[in-house]
T-cell receptor, first 114, second 114 residues
């Protein structure tokens, strides 16, 4: 499985932007970059995903490096509800060995201070 | 209206018992999963089904038997429960095995074996 590396923890103040980094130096050309988050006592929740271009949605933005070896999840204005573990995951459902699997690492625990 | 619902949410049972966790999704998707989150918070895939057919069995002991009576349901039956089976079990659903598609998770079932 293609691996990702994230910081164990990050902190932010409420209403400030947060940039969550992810390194994936062994990414293949067909790997999608997905971000999920897990709020306390809840199941993982989809945040955003992308392949090559930067992506925006109502929850966040995803900035993908030109060489695709790293990406950054951007929360534009952190709220207390954004406190969660954020997982950066590579997916390629065209590769038989990884079909349908999400490989969750340890993720980044984001703490948001009021 | 919850997209992926699991029952029970909490289950405490004795070693050696047999128990089931039920999962239902109302998304109309044809792919469903079971994931396990252990005490160290690692999330790992256990099984996946596509149109009621087993696609992934991630070296799970055969005491664990998933059953999919129809596309909307994927139940997990566990025989002869062991202490090490204590974990949070998450059901999930996806619209086919496509890298860009979102996986929707349930809220989890907390299993404690005593």
């Amino acid at each position: 499985d293609a691996k990702t590396t994230q910081p164990n923890s990050m902190e932010s103040n409420e209403e400030e932007p947060v940039h969550l980094p992810c390194n994936h130096s062994t990414i293949s050309g067909t790997d999608y970059i997905h971000w999920y988050r897990q709020l306390p006592s809840q199941g993982p929740e989809y945040v955003i995903h992308g392949l090559t271009s930067n992506v925006n949605n109502r929850m966040a933005s995803l900035a993908i490096a030109e060489d695709r070896k790293s990406s950054t999840l951007i929360l534009h204005r952190a709220t207390l509800r954004d406190a969660a573990v954020y997982y950066c995951i590579l997916r390629d459902d065209n590769r038989g060995s990884t079909l349908g699997r999400l490989y969750f690492g340890r993720g980044t625990q984001l703490t948001v201070w009021p | 209206d919850t997209a992926v619902s699991q029952t029970p949410k909490y289950l405490v049972t004795q070693m050696g018992n047999d128990k089931s966790i039920k999962c239902e999704q109302n998304l109309g998707h044809d792919t469903m999963y079971w994931y396990k989150q252990d005490s160290k918070k690692f999330l790992k895939i256990m099984f996946s089904y596509n149109n009621k057919e087993l696609i992934i069995n991630e070296t799970v002991p055969n005491r664990f038997s998933p059953k999919s009576p129809d596309k909307a349901h994927l139940n997990l039956h566990i025989n002869s429960l062991e202490l090490g089976d204590s974990a949070v079990y998450f059901c999930a659903a996806q619209d086919g095995f496509i890298s860009g598609n979102t996986i929707y998770f349930g809220e989890g079932s907390w299993l404690t074996v005593v």
